[in-house]
């Protein structure tokens, strides 16, 4: 079997147009949406991030602010700047890049965001939403990859899904998306054991590991679906994800690329919050 390719740069595009589209209602009504993106260092792969984050901001209409401050920022001057933009008027969106230099705890300024800009939805109160399926913010790249089955018909309900990681930006949030929406997820880690038994049962598998080729070909059944959320460098310094994309490729029913899978889906997932954020502090239902 060849997998059907899922592309999620022009599902981005589509969603992009819808988003611009709202955002134009918005406007109409007197109301621009606007992001702060925040950066603290030059980590070079976050560097990227923040200007592909600017570029959609553009694409999409919404006014975007970008604070980038040296790697020897303090964590009070930090907390200062998110204590501002909390209260600026014209941001309904704040996002801090993580990761954060090591002298400045990630946790406090998460706490720090108000929640009701937190279009990361990484505050635990937004965290707390998710878990219980009342939520505002939907975390942007597992929102990413149910849009992405949403687009190519894929249901996972009643299917058995396994999420390889368990991070809070990925992991957690993926499995609990995957089981509101009634799949049986399973979570694996470093410490899981017979991992390869649970993959190779599973309809559905999310990669975010974050090592390269981590899932091969005979790890997995043939017809699954395989989503691949890793961004990782090789050894020549080409971008590849936590697939061994060319073996899992030809057993898979769909599968997503590096680049061009998840990576453009999250940033417009950011644009969607962005926008859902603008229209609750006015609120506005559109
Ligand atoms: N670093 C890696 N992924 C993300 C993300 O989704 N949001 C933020 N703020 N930082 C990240």
């Known amino acids: 079997m060849s997998a059907v390719i899922i ?3 022009a599902t981005s595009k589509k969603i992009r147009e819808g988003v611009l589209a709202d955002i134009n209602k918005l406007s109409e ?9 925040v950066i603290v260092g030059d ?10 984050k600017k570029k959609a901001c553009a694409e999409c209409g919404i006014y975007s602010e970008e604070y980038a401050l040296p790697e020897e920022t303090t964590e009070e001057e930090l907390l200062a700047l998110i ?20 002298h400045i705890s990630e946790d406090k300024v998460i706490a720090a965001i108000n929640p009701d800009k937190d279009v990361d939805a990484f505050h635990v109160q937004n965290v707390g939403k998710i878990m219980t399926g009342d939520f505002d913010f939907l975390p942007c790249t597992p929102a990413g990859v149910m849009a992405l089955f949403e687009e190519y018909g894929i249901d996972v309900s009643g299917k058995r899904a396994a999420v ?16 509101h ?11 899981t054991k017979n991992i390869e038994e649970i993959l190779k049962s599973s309809d559905i598998i999310v990669a975010a590991v974050g090592r390269e080729a981590f899932l091969k070909g005979d790890m997995v059944s043939e017809g699954c679906v395989v989503i691949d959320v890793g961004i990782n460098r090789n050894a020549e310094g080409k971008l590849c994800g936590d697939v061994d994309y060319e073996e899992v490729s030809k057993k898979a029913s769909f599968i997503t690329p590096v680049p061009g899978g998840v990576g453009p889906m999250t940033i417009t997932m950011l644009m969607k919050n962005t926008l859902k954020a603008a229209c609750l502090q006015n609120n506005i239902n559109i």
């Open 7 to 9: 592309d999620g740069k």
């Open 29 to 37: 009504l007197g109301v621009k949406a606007g992001l702060a993106v």
């Open 43 to 52: 980590n070079p792969a976050s560097r990227t991030y923040v200007n592909n």
């Open 83 to 102: 204590d501002k933009l909390n209260k600026k008027e014209d941001i309904n969106g704040i996002l801090v890049q993580l990761p954060l230099p090591k």
């Open 164 to 179: 390889i990681g368990r991070s809070n930006i990925v992991g957690k949030p993926m499995s609990m998306l995957l089981l």
């Open 181 to 191: 929406k009634n799949a049986t997820v399973t979570i694996c880690h470093s410490r």
